[in-house]
Protein backbone atom coordinates (compact mmCIF):
# COMPACT_ATOMS: atom_id res chain seq x y z
CA UNK A 1 0.00 0.00 0.00
CA UNK A 2 1.70 3.72 -0.82
CA UNK A 3 2.49 5.42 1.81
CA UNK A 4 0.49 8.78 0.92
CA UNK A 5 2.70 10.88 3.38
CA UNK A 6 4.89 11.46 0.91
CA UNK A 7 5.87 14.91 -0.36
CA UNK A 8 5.19 16.98 -3.15
CA UNK A 9 7.56 16.40 -6.53
CA UNK A 10 7.61 17.46 -9.64
CA UNK A 11 8.91 15.85 -13.06
CA UNK A 12 9.42 17.72 -16.06
CA UNK A 13 8.73 16.22 -19.01
CA UNK A 14 6.33 14.20 -17.78
CA UNK A 15 4.84 12.83 -20.53
CA UNK A 16 7.91 11.25 -22.01
CA UNK A 17 9.00 7.58 -21.72
CA UNK A 18 11.43 7.69 -19.19
CA UNK A 19 9.35 10.33 -17.04
CA UNK A 20 5.67 8.43 -17.20
CA UNK A 21 7.74 5.58 -15.55
CA UNK A 22 8.80 7.33 -13.18
CA UNK A 23 5.49 9.22 -12.71
CA UNK A 24 3.70 5.76 -12.38
CA UNK A 25 6.30 4.64 -9.66
CA UNK A 26 6.29 8.32 -7.59
CA UNK A 27 2.31 8.08 -7.48
CA UNK A 28 2.41 4.43 -6.54
CA UNK A 29 5.00 4.59 -3.55
CA UNK A 30 2.57 8.11 -2.30
CA UNK A 31 3.76 11.18 -3.66
CA UNK A 32 1.81 14.07 -4.61
CA UNK A 33 3.42 14.72 -8.38
CA UNK A 34 3.42 17.95 -10.30
CA UNK A 35 4.31 16.99 -13.69
CA UNK A 36 5.35 19.72 -16.37
CA UNK A 37 4.46 19.24 -20.32
CA UNK A 38 4.25 21.56 -23.22
CA UNK A 39 0.57 20.63 -23.86
CA UNK A 40 -1.69 19.46 -20.74
CA UNK A 41 -4.53 19.77 -23.33
CA UNK A 42 -2.87 17.13 -25.75
CA UNK A 43 -5.04 13.83 -24.89
CA UNK A 44 -2.83 12.00 -27.08
CA UNK A 45 0.55 12.37 -25.00
CA UNK A 46 -1.41 12.64 -21.39
CA UNK A 47 -4.49 10.74 -21.32
CA UNK A 48 -1.89 7.70 -19.89
CA UNK A 49 -0.65 9.52 -17.23
CA UNK A 50 -4.48 10.13 -16.08
CA UNK A 51 -4.81 6.92 -15.94
CA UNK A 52 -2.39 5.54 -13.55
CA UNK A 53 -3.09 4.63 -10.37
CA UNK A 54 -3.52 7.42 -7.55
CA UNK A 55 -3.34 10.51 -10.87
CA UNK A 56 -6.85 11.34 -9.97
CA UNK A 57 -5.79 12.15 -6.34
CA UNK A 58 -2.55 13.44 -6.43
CA UNK A 59 -1.33 14.17 -10.07
CA UNK A 60 -1.33 17.76 -11.89
CA UNK A 61 0.21 18.63 -14.94
CA UNK A 62 1.20 22.26 -15.63
CA UNK A 63 2.27 24.09 -18.60
CA UNK A 64 6.58 24.94 -18.98
CA UNK A 65 9.01 24.71 -22.37
CA UNK A 66 12.60 24.34 -21.47
CA UNK A 67 13.20 27.32 -24.06
CA UNK A 68 11.27 29.84 -21.95
CA UNK A 69 12.81 31.59 -19.37
CA UNK A 70 11.42 31.27 -15.77
CA UNK A 71 8.65 28.68 -17.25
CA UNK A 72 9.20 26.52 -14.38
CA UNK A 73 9.04 28.96 -11.95
CA UNK A 74 5.87 27.98 -10.52
CA UNK A 75 5.60 24.05 -10.45
CA UNK A 76 9.22 24.08 -8.77
CA UNK A 77 8.13 26.63 -6.43
CA UNK A 78 5.52 24.14 -5.33
CA UNK A 79 7.56 21.42 -4.56
CA UNK A 80 10.29 19.97 -2.58
CA UNK A 81 11.94 17.82 -4.90
CA UNK A 82 12.67 17.75 -8.50
CA UNK A 83 13.24 15.66 -11.12
CA UNK A 84 14.38 16.94 -14.51
CA UNK A 85 14.13 14.15 -17.24
CA UNK A 86 13.05 17.02 -20.18
CA UNK A 87 15.39 17.20 -22.58
CA UNK A 88 15.05 17.10 -26.59
CA UNK A 89 16.16 13.47 -28.16
CA UNK A 90 16.78 14.07 -31.50
CA UNK A 91 18.77 12.11 -34.20
CA UNK A 92 21.54 13.95 -35.28
CA UNK A 93 19.85 15.67 -37.64
CA UNK A 94 22.51 19.10 -38.42
CA UNK A 95 19.21 21.39 -38.72
CA UNK A 96 18.05 20.12 -35.09
CA UNK A 97 21.04 20.71 -33.74
CA UNK A 98 20.93 24.29 -32.05
CA UNK A 99 17.00 23.48 -30.67
CA UNK A 100 18.67 20.39 -29.14
CA UNK A 101 21.61 22.37 -27.48
CA UNK A 102 19.57 25.12 -26.52
CA UNK A 103 17.01 22.84 -24.81
CA UNK A 104 19.63 20.73 -23.74
CA UNK A 105 21.38 23.06 -21.94
CA UNK A 106 19.81 26.33 -21.19
CA UNK A 107 16.78 24.23 -20.39
CA UNK A 108 18.78 22.50 -17.69
CA UNK A 109 19.64 26.12 -16.25
CA UNK A 110 16.39 27.62 -16.79
CA UNK A 111 15.12 24.81 -14.38
CA UNK A 112 18.26 25.39 -11.93
CA UNK A 113 17.54 29.24 -11.80
CA UNK A 114 13.81 28.14 -10.50
CA UNK A 115 15.49 25.78 -8.19
CA UNK A 116 17.00 28.57 -7.15
CA UNK A 117 14.51 30.53 -5.84
CA UNK A 118 12.82 27.97 -4.43
CA UNK A 119 14.11 27.94 -0.48
CA UNK A 120 12.37 24.64 0.63
CA UNK A 121 13.93 22.34 -1.91
CA UNK A 122 15.29 19.24 -0.41
CA UNK A 123 16.90 17.93 -3.75
CA UNK A 124 17.51 18.15 -7.87
CA UNK A 125 17.63 14.83 -9.70
CA UNK A 126 18.85 15.29 -13.35
CA UNK A 127 18.25 12.98 -15.86
CA UNK A 128 21.73 12.63 -17.12
CA UNK A 129 23.10 9.71 -19.66
CA UNK A 130 25.81 7.11 -20.06
CA UNK A 131 26.48 8.90 -23.33
CA UNK A 132 28.36 11.82 -20.84
CA UNK A 133 30.52 8.67 -19.43
CA UNK A 134 31.35 6.59 -23.09
CA UNK A 135 32.49 8.49 -26.16
CA UNK A 136 35.97 9.20 -26.62
CA UNK A 137 38.72 8.92 -28.79
CA UNK A 138 40.66 5.50 -28.37
CA UNK A 139 43.57 7.79 -29.35
CA UNK A 140 43.23 9.82 -26.04
CA UNK A 141 43.00 6.66 -24.03
CA UNK A 142 44.48 3.12 -23.88
CA UNK A 143 42.31 0.33 -24.58
CA UNK A 144 40.77 -1.60 -21.82
CA UNK A 145 40.40 1.89 -19.31
CA UNK A 146 37.75 1.56 -16.75
CA UNK A 147 35.92 4.14 -16.52
CA UNK A 148 32.85 4.94 -13.85
CA UNK A 149 31.23 7.89 -12.27
CA UNK A 150 34.27 9.95 -12.40
CA UNK A 151 35.06 9.74 -16.75
CA UNK A 152 33.70 12.11 -18.83
CA UNK A 153 33.25 11.64 -22.78
CA UNK A 154 35.26 14.44 -24.93
CA UNK A 155 32.95 16.74 -26.26
CA UNK A 156 35.39 17.47 -29.21
CA UNK A 157 35.56 13.44 -30.16
CA UNK A 158 31.27 13.96 -30.14
CA UNK A 159 31.71 17.17 -31.93
CA UNK A 160 33.37 15.34 -34.91
CA UNK A 161 31.62 12.66 -35.44
CA UNK A 162 28.96 15.05 -35.07
CA UNK A 163 26.83 13.03 -32.09
CA UNK A 164 25.03 16.31 -31.39
CA UNK A 165 22.49 14.00 -28.57
CA UNK A 166 25.78 13.36 -26.34
CA UNK A 167 27.25 16.77 -26.93
CA UNK A 168 23.94 18.46 -25.34
CA UNK A 169 23.97 15.35 -22.66
CA UNK A 170 27.53 16.94 -21.95
CA UNK A 171 27.38 20.01 -21.86
CA UNK A 172 23.63 20.46 -19.61
CA UNK A 173 25.05 17.80 -17.44
CA UNK A 174 28.71 20.26 -16.88
CA UNK A 175 26.45 23.17 -16.49
CA UNK A 176 24.01 21.53 -14.33
CA UNK A 177 26.98 20.39 -11.47
CA UNK A 178 29.06 24.22 -11.99
CA UNK A 179 25.50 26.05 -11.27
CA UNK A 180 24.42 23.91 -8.73
CA UNK A 181 27.90 24.16 -7.20
CA UNK A 182 27.55 28.32 -6.86
CA UNK A 183 24.07 28.23 -5.74
CA UNK A 184 24.51 25.58 -3.31
CA UNK A 185 21.85 23.17 -4.81
CA UNK A 186 21.77 19.74 -3.53
CA UNK A 187 22.12 17.98 -7.22
CA UNK A 188 22.23 14.15 -7.88
CA UNK A 189 22.21 12.62 -11.94
CA UNK A 190 21.38 9.63 -12.84
CA UNK A 191 22.93 7.82 -16.22
CA UNK A 192 21.00 5.85 -17.51
CA UNK A 193 22.36 3.30 -20.50
CA UNK A 194 20.09 2.35 -23.76
CA UNK A 195 16.66 2.30 -22.28
CA UNK A 196 14.17 -0.45 -22.94
CA UNK A 197 10.91 -1.69 -21.62
CA UNK A 198 7.44 -0.74 -21.94
CA UNK A 199 5.96 2.67 -23.45
CA UNK A 200 3.43 3.48 -20.95
CA UNK A 201 2.41 6.18 -23.78
CA UNK A 202 0.78 5.35 -27.45
CA UNK A 203 2.73 7.76 -28.76
CA UNK A 204 6.01 6.56 -29.44
CA UNK A 205 9.59 7.96 -27.99
CA UNK A 206 12.52 7.68 -30.33
CA UNK A 207 14.30 5.37 -28.19
CA UNK A 208 11.48 3.12 -28.62
CA UNK A 209 10.94 3.70 -32.26
CA UNK A 210 14.73 2.42 -32.61
CA UNK A 211 13.50 -0.72 -30.59
CA UNK A 212 10.33 -0.79 -33.49
CA UNK A 213 13.33 -0.90 -35.74
CA UNK A 214 14.56 -3.79 -35.06
CA UNK A 215 11.62 -5.85 -34.92
CA UNK A 216 11.18 -4.53 -38.42
CA UNK A 217 14.69 -5.98 -39.48
CA UNK A 218 16.32 -2.18 -39.62
CA UNK A 219 19.87 -2.98 -37.69
CA UNK A 220 21.50 -0.22 -39.06
CA UNK A 221 21.23 1.86 -35.98
CA UNK A 222 21.94 -0.52 -33.49
CA UNK A 223 25.23 -1.09 -35.37
CA UNK A 224 26.04 2.56 -35.42
CA UNK A 225 25.65 2.18 -31.41
CA UNK A 226 28.12 -0.39 -31.30
CA UNK A 227 28.38 -2.25 -28.32
CA UNK A 228 26.58 -0.75 -25.59
CA UNK A 229 24.61 -1.26 -22.27
CA UNK A 230 20.91 -1.75 -21.76
CA UNK A 231 18.59 -0.97 -18.50
CA UNK A 232 14.69 -1.81 -17.91
CA UNK A 233 12.63 1.03 -17.34
CA UNK A 234 11.50 0.27 -14.50
CA UNK A 235 14.71 0.10 -12.74
CA UNK A 236 15.83 3.76 -14.32
CA UNK A 237 12.22 4.56 -12.49
CA UNK A 238 13.81 3.17 -8.98
CA UNK A 239 17.19 4.53 -9.62
CA UNK A 240 15.57 8.09 -9.24
CA UNK A 241 13.40 7.30 -6.71
CA UNK A 242 16.17 5.80 -4.69
CA UNK A 243 18.44 9.00 -4.99
CA UNK A 244 15.86 11.08 -4.22
CA UNK A 245 15.31 9.42 -0.71
CA UNK A 246 18.88 8.24 -0.11
CA UNK A 247 19.77 11.01 2.36
CA UNK A 248 23.61 9.90 1.34
CA UNK A 249 23.39 9.74 -2.71
CA UNK A 250 25.64 12.36 -3.99
CA UNK A 251 27.24 12.73 -7.34
CA UNK A 252 26.70 10.83 -10.62
CA UNK A 253 25.20 7.11 -11.12
CA UNK A 254 25.38 5.44 -13.70
CA UNK A 255 22.12 2.90 -14.32
CA UNK A 256 22.67 -0.39 -16.25
CA UNK A 257 22.09 -3.68 -15.97
CA UNK A 258 23.20 -5.32 -19.15
CA UNK A 259 26.29 -4.91 -22.01
CA UNK A 260 25.43 -6.40 -25.80
CA UNK A 261 27.32 -6.07 -28.80
CA UNK A 262 24.73 -5.62 -31.73
CA UNK A 263 25.19 -8.96 -33.14
CA UNK A 264 24.19 -10.25 -29.49
CA UNK A 265 21.64 -8.37 -29.36
CA UNK A 266 20.00 -8.97 -32.91
CA UNK A 267 20.62 -12.50 -32.67
CA UNK A 268 19.26 -12.55 -28.82
CA UNK A 269 15.98 -11.31 -30.19
CA UNK A 270 15.54 -13.66 -33.62
CA UNK A 271 15.81 -16.36 -31.43
CA UNK A 272 13.44 -15.31 -28.76
CA UNK A 273 10.56 -13.38 -31.28
CA UNK A 274 10.97 -15.81 -34.60
CA UNK A 275 8.07 -14.87 -35.95
CA UNK A 276 9.51 -11.03 -36.80
CA UNK A 277 12.00 -10.37 -39.56
CA UNK A 278 14.64 -9.87 -37.16
CA UNK A 279 18.25 -10.70 -38.85
CA UNK A 280 20.20 -13.60 -37.26
CA UNK A 281 23.66 -10.98 -36.95
CA UNK A 282 23.50 -7.23 -37.42
CA UNK A 283 24.82 -5.35 -40.46
CA UNK A 284 28.39 -4.89 -40.76
CA UNK A 285 28.54 -0.90 -40.73
CA UNK A 286 30.24 2.21 -39.72
CA UNK A 287 31.10 2.52 -36.12
CA UNK A 288 30.91 5.65 -34.59
CA UNK A 289 34.43 6.68 -34.39
CA UNK A 290 37.01 5.01 -31.92
CA UNK A 291 34.95 4.31 -29.09
CA UNK A 292 36.13 2.62 -26.24
CA UNK A 293 34.08 -0.26 -25.34
CA UNK A 294 34.26 -0.22 -20.98
CA UNK A 295 33.17 -2.46 -18.51
CA UNK A 296 32.38 -0.66 -14.74
CA UNK A 297 32.75 -3.18 -12.66
CA UNK A 298 31.76 -0.93 -9.55
CA UNK A 299 28.16 -1.90 -8.16
CA UNK A 300 25.73 1.16 -7.29
CA UNK A 301 26.35 2.88 -4.56
CA UNK A 302 23.84 1.52 -2.28
CA UNK A 303 21.09 1.22 -5.02
CA UNK A 304 19.39 -1.88 -5.80
CA UNK A 305 19.69 -1.13 -10.04
CA UNK A 306 23.30 -2.85 -10.37
CA UNK A 307 25.61 -0.14 -12.02
CA UNK A 308 28.14 -1.44 -15.25
CA UNK A 309 28.90 -0.72 -18.31
CA UNK A 310 29.13 0.07 -21.41
N1 LIG B 1 15.61 6.74 -23.68
C1 LIG B 1 16.87 6.42 -23.40
O1 LIG B 1 17.39 5.38 -23.80
C2 LIG B 1 17.67 7.35 -22.53
C3 LIG B 1 18.96 6.95 -22.12
C4 LIG B 1 19.71 7.78 -21.31
C5 LIG B 1 19.18 9.00 -20.90
N2 LIG B 1 17.93 9.37 -21.30
C6 LIG B 1 17.41 10.68 -20.86
O2 LIG B 1 16.11 10.50 -20.29
C7 LIG B 1 15.35 11.69 -20.46
C8 LIG B 1 14.01 11.33 -21.07
O3 LIG B 1 14.21 10.68 -22.31
P1 LIG B 1 13.05 9.81 -23.00
O4 LIG B 1 13.68 8.62 -23.61
O5 LIG B 1 11.95 9.64 -22.04
O6 LIG B 1 12.62 10.78 -24.21
P2 LIG B 1 11.19 11.32 -24.64
O7 LIG B 1 10.16 10.27 -24.53
O8 LIG B 1 11.40 11.98 -25.97
O9 LIG B 1 10.90 12.42 -23.55
C9 LIG B 1 11.53 13.67 -23.59
C10 LIG B 1 10.63 14.68 -22.93
O10 LIG B 1 11.27 15.97 -22.99
C11 LIG B 1 10.29 16.91 -23.34
N3 LIG B 1 10.85 18.07 -24.02
C12 LIG B 1 11.60 18.11 -25.14
N4 LIG B 1 11.86 19.38 -25.47
C13 LIG B 1 11.23 20.16 -24.55
C14 LIG B 1 11.08 21.55 -24.36
N5 LIG B 1 11.64 22.46 -25.19
N6 LIG B 1 10.37 21.99 -23.28
C15 LIG B 1 9.78 21.11 -22.44
N7 LIG B 1 9.87 19.78 -22.56
C16 LIG B 1 10.58 19.32 -23.62
C17 LIG B 1 9.34 16.17 -24.27
O11 LIG B 1 8.11 16.84 -24.29
P3 LIG B 1 7.05 16.67 -25.48
O12 LIG B 1 6.29 15.43 -25.14
O13 LIG B 1 6.25 17.92 -25.41
O14 LIG B 1 7.83 16.55 -26.75
C18 LIG B 1 9.28 14.80 -23.64
O15 LIG B 1 8.27 14.75 -22.66
C19 LIG B 1 16.20 12.62 -21.33
O16 LIG B 1 16.87 13.52 -20.47
C20 LIG B 1 17.19 11.68 -21.98
O17 LIG B 1 18.38 12.33 -22.34
C21 LIG B 1 17.15 8.57 -22.11
Same mark, same amino acid.
Given at each position: ?5 ? #? ?7 ? #? ?10 ? *? ?30 ? *? ?6 ? *? ?22 ? +?????? =? ?20 ? &? ?16 ? =? ?16 ? =? ?15 ? *? ?18 ? @? ?22 ? #?? @? =?? &??? &? ?29 ? +? ?31 ? #? ?21
Amino acid at each position: MANTSK #GKVCVTGAS #GFVASWLVKRLL *ESGYHVLGTVRDPGNQKKVAHLWNLAGAKERL *ELVRADLL *EEGSFDDAVMACEGIFHTASPIIT +NADSKK =EEMLDSAINGTLNVLRSCKKNP &FLKRVVLTSSSSTVRLRD =EAEFPPNVLLDETSWSSV =EFCESIQIWYAVAKILA *EKSAWEFAKENNIDLVAVLP @TFVIGPNLSPVLGPTASDVLGLFK #GE @T =EK &FTI &FGRMGYVHIDDVASCHILVYETAGAKGRYIC +NSAVLGSDELVALLAKRFPSFPIPKRSVTGHHA #GSIYIIIFTQHSRGADVWLQHV
